[in-house]
T-cell receptor, first 116, second 113 residues
């Protein structure tokens, strides 16, 4: 149980285009999902927290208009990187937790974004 | 601000050579301390959550312990398949109950046969 998937696993895009990454909880209802970014040989940096049906809460320094997060259902959250630039190239990872089980946070396999 | 410091940055072990990883933390009020394993190009895999000083948890060759200032992850008689980056994270008690995790930089363990 507690499986989180991400799609796509890899994406390469041209500078200036937008890219959408999906995060799904497959066997539980995710009341809260988190989005992280990880640069090579660095740890996970939290970008934003999203609760189902409400606006995401962004960490300091993360541009809301650039990284659009939608948590439309209890099993799906999306991260859209708008007008991507090479410096947005990174490993994006989502995690999910459920009400009453906030001591457990389950991670997806990650999405490698490369912006040319 | 919550701070998590892991040491060493990298650890090279011979198969069977036991060792420990350290995670020092500063947090206003600890809700939980988490250990994850991360393989290259993959998302973190949950290992343990510890809640209070003195608590210990075990899973196969791994044992995690917790004090008021730090946590240790002991690897007993490691095998090559234990090679990975081990991440420590803290979850603080906050007014907003946001359940965020703050991660350390990780310890990359390489076990040679």
């Amino acid at each position: 149980g507690a499986v989180v998937s991400q799609h796509p696993s890899r994406v390469i895009c041209k500078s200036g285009t937008s890219v959408k990454i999906e995060c799904r909880s497959l066997d539980f209802q995710a009341t809260t999902m988190f989005w992280y970014r990880q640069f090579p040989k660095q740890s996970l940096m939290l970008m934003a927290t999203s609760n189902e049906g409400s606006k995401a809460t962004y960490e300091q320094g993360v541009e809301k208009d650039k990284f659009l997060i939608n948590h439309a259902s209890l099993t799906l959250s999306t991260l859209t990187v708008t007008s991507a630039h090479p410096e947005d190239s990174s490993f994006y990872i989502c995690s999910a937790t459920t009400s009453g089980r906030f001591n457990e946070q389950f991670f997806g396999p990650g999405t490698r974004l490369t912006v040319l | 601000e919550d701070q998590v410091t892991q040491s060493p940055e990298a650890l090279r072990l011979q198969e069977g050579e036991s060792s420990s990883l350290n995670c020092s933390y500063t947090v206003s009020g600890l809700r939980g301390l988490f250990w994850y394993r991360q393989d290259p190009g993959k998302g973190p895999e949950f290992l343990f959550t510890l809640y209070s000083a003195g608590e210990e948890k075990e899973k196969e060759r791994l044992k995690a312990t917790l004090t008021k200032k730090e946590s240790f992850l002991h690897i007993t008689a490691p095998k090559p398949e234990d090679s990975a980056t081990y991440l420590c994270a803290v979850q603080a008690k906050t007014r907003s109950n946001d359940y965020k995790l703050s991660f350390g930089a990780g310890t990359t363990v390489t076990v040679r046969a």
